[in-house]
Nanobody, 116 residues
Framework: QVQVVESGGGLVQAGGSLRLSCRAS????????MGWFRQAPGKEREKVAS????????AYDDSVKGRFTISRDNAKNTLYLQMNSLTPEDTAVYYC?????????WGQGTQVTVSS
């Protein structure tokens, strides 16, 4: 079973950038497709980006396309999300998980707050 710890969130002004990290343990993630998900207050959790196990393919939700970049370092068992041109609509708790997600592998998430 994969356990994850997300980090890198914080408070940033609109237009700013953050880089999220997701450190996995318990099992090597190199064979899994992975994703970043987010949940805003009062909304359901949604997938914002995904990456195949080999990093050969990535996909993004339309709301973040062109602004966010997902990447991975399998040697470090770590997933990343570079977020640029942030807007208040990006405010949410961000999570990583396998794609599709495994219910027992959700971490605590990392809070991203974008002020206008």
């Amino acid at each position: 079973q994969v356990q994850v710890v997300e980090s890198g969130g914080g408070l940033v002004q609109a237009g700013g950038s953050l880089r999220l990290s997701c450190r996995a343990s318990g099992r090597n993630i190199r064979f899994y497709n992975m994703g970043w998900f987010r949940q805003a207050p009062g909304k359901e959790r949604e997938k914002v980006a995904s990456i195949t196990w080999s990093a050969s393919n990535t996909a993004y939700d339309d709301s973040v396309k062109g602004r966010f970049t997902i990447s991975r370092d399998n040697a470090k068992n770590t997933l990343y999300l570079q977020m640029n041109s942030l807007t208040p609509e990006d405010t949410a708790v961000y999570y990583c998980n396998r794609d599709p997600p495994i219910p027992s592998s959700w971490g605590q998430g990392t809070q991203v707050t974008v002020s206008s």
